[in-house]
């Protein structure tokens, strides 16, 4: 089955504890992407990657790193969480980016809270 | 900077009526524009977009999208509701000169049986 997967699900941690949110996707995806969603503030891009060793920041990267060592794998790295990254994370891949353009495709989500 | 409004928070519509969820956009370039639908406790599902061409677009579960360039909006519609459409519905834009893409802030949409 296509899918993109996140692991943990769901992951309460204290300040300051360095943690990894995994991401992989089946498709053999080109573009892969890490968002955060907030109430009222919709979802925001962190980071994303067109391929292997390619990645950019998005809106609101500060705070995040990723790699992309693998075309599959995309994890999101919080070094020093901080409780203002208590949020919903959703990982993303979609077929190619530019002048492509593909849809997106979402995995299940990671609840993060931070205390 | 490209940017996408969703003005309602909240849209009801009774079952059987058609509904209408807005969206506009701004971005320099070309736009590249997405809706996608939440259900409760779920990942985002895509349901259709606009790239080029015909200004209305088609996608899942009966909805569709007209892509009006001179208002800069792209807003989703569906002829006759159901309650199953209830849902959170969020519009996407990515700009032709980078792989940004910029979600909006989402519509909660009720159908009232």
């Known amino acids: 089955e296509a899918q993109v997967t996140q692991n943990p699900r769901y992951l309460i941690t204290v300040t300051g504890k360095k943690l990894t949110v995994t991401c992989s996707q089946n498709m053999n995806h080109e573009y892969m992407s890490w968002y955060r969603q907030d109430p009222g503030l919709g979802l925001r891009q962190i980071y994303y990657?067109?391929?292997?060793?390619?990645?950019d920041k998005g809106d609101v990267p500060e705070g995040y790193k990723v790699s992309r060592k693998e075309k599959r794998n995309f994890p999101l790295i919080l070094e020093s969480p901080s409780p203002n990254q208590t949020s919903l994370y959703f990982c993303a891949s979609s077929l190619g980016g530019g002048r492509f353009s593909y849809e997106q495709y979402f995995g299940p989500g990671t609840r993060l809270t931070v205390t | 900077a490209q940017s996408v409004a969703q003005p309602e928070d909240q849209v009801n519509v009774a079952e059987g009526n058609p509904l209408t969820v807005k969206c506009t956009y701004s971005v320099s370039g070309n736009p590249y524009l997405f809706w996608y639908v939440q259900y409760p406790n779920r990942g985002l599902q895509f349901l259709l977009k606009y790239i080029t061409g015909d200004n209305l677009v088609k996608g899942s579960y009966g909805f569709e999208a007209e892509f009006n360039k001179s208002q800069t909006s792209f807003h989703l519609k569906k002829p006759s509701a159901l309650v199953s459409d209830s849902a959170l519905y969020f519009c996407?834009?990515?700009?032709?000169?980078?792989?940004?893409?910029?979600f909006g802030k989402g519509t909660r949409l009720h159908i009232l049986p």
């Open positions: 990657s067109m391929n292997v060793e390619v990645t």
């Open positions: 996407a834009v990515r700009d032709i000169r980078d792989d940004k893409i910029i």
